[in-house]
């Protein structure tokens, strides 16, 4: 099972700022939070990822609590090509074991509105 | 394009036949992940290589499934006895060994009739 909770769906405004909320309490100290969204039909596309610092990239923003139990994800400036399945992922990339793989949810549907 | 690539994009075929894909990974990148998704669904994981080996299999992958990468480098995936169930996208994906961001190719979409 997906260690994350996201809410289903969100809306957002053409031009304005996407936030899209990540929940994982169960997190531990070696996983990383990854986001990657998917446009309708293709594959998985990466967006961003961290460990517990907050990080920005050219597609996006990534907020991480103190405590790690929770993130968010945003995209300053909506398009309308931003609309896809946004989804958030623990991954463990240190330690023994680690084979990697990605356990998705069901991630947010958003919706941006011109 | 040095993006993952994966053939065919599209395949249609009876029950009863079998069916291989192919998936180019990232130059350099040992691991590759195949997954599969259902309409409606996240992808879910099936199983990984990393350079060569086979390292874990999902209990999704049936003894109908098998994958290989020969020589490390591309990986297919094959579908015996195809049944309608099978009708799905399967997504490869690759990653460097240390920095373990998967990169994804387009998917292959599989109607089985």
């Known amino acids: 099972d997906a260690k994350t909770t996201q809410p289903p769906s969100m809306d957002c405004a053409e031009g304005r700022a996407a936030n899209l909320p990540c929940n994982h309490s169960?997190?531990?100290?070696?996983?990383?939070v990854y986001w990657y969204r998917q446009i309708h039909s293709q594959g998985p596309q990466y967006i961003i990822h961290g460990l517990k610092n907050n990080e920005t990239n050219e597609m996006a923003s990534l907020i991480i609590t103190e405590d790690r139990k929770s993130s968010t994800l945003i995209l300053p400036h909506a398009t309308l090509r931003d609309t896809a399945v946004y989804y958030c992922i623990v991954l463990l990339v240190i330690g023994s074991g680690n084979t990697g793989k990605l356990i998705f949810g069901q991630g947010t549907t958003l919706q941006v509105k011109p | 394009d040095t993006g993952v690539s994966q053939d065919p994009r599209h395949k249609i075929t009876k029950r009863g036949q079998n069916v291989t894909f192919r998936c180019d990974p990232i130059s350099e990148h040992n691991r590759l992940y195949w997954y599969r998704q259902t309409l409606g669904q996240g992808p879910e994981f099936l199983t990984y290589f990393q350079n060569e080996a086979q390292l874990e299999k999902s209990r999704l992958l049936s003894d109908r499934f098998s994958a290989e990468r020969p020589k490390g480098s591309f990986s297919t995936l094959e579908i015996q006895r195809t049944e309608q169930g099978d009708s799905a996208m399967y997504l490869c994906?690759?990653?460097?060994?240390?920095?373990?961001?998967?990169?994804f190719g387009p998917g292959t979409r599989l109607l089985v009739l």
């Open positions: 169960t997190i531990s100290g070696n996983e990383y």
């Open positions: 994906a690759s990653s460097r060994q240390i920095q373990e961001t998967q990169y």
